[in-house]
């Protein structure tokens, strides 16, 4: 990308193409709504890559994923008693 381009995206109705922004936060590891917004973190955070349990759960299926929200919310509203 040219400096002049990035200059115009500052500009009333000149933001650049949608898939150009996503190619911007993917290259660079920004969020894109910060991108388009400023708002928000900057950055994604990295809880996903730091948790397998949290990485694979787009891969459970429905049941699974329904079945794991029930027992948190169980465990939520019966927390274990300390002896």
């Excluded at 894109?32 to 890559?49: N, S």
Aim: hydrophobic share 30%.
């Amino acid at each position: 990308m040219s400096q002049p381009a990035v200059r115009e995206w500052g500009l009333p109705d000149r933001a650049p193409e949608h898939n150009r922004v996503l190619k911007i936060a993917k290259e660079t590891g920004v969020c894109v709504e910060w991108l388009y917004t400023e708002r928000g973190p900057m950055y994604p955070p990295q809880v996903q890559e730091q948790d397998p349990f949290l990485k694979e759960w787009a891969n459970l299926d429905p049941t699974t994923r329904g079945d794991i929200e029930r027992y948190r919310e169980f465990l939520r509203t019966n927390p274990p008693k300390r002896q």
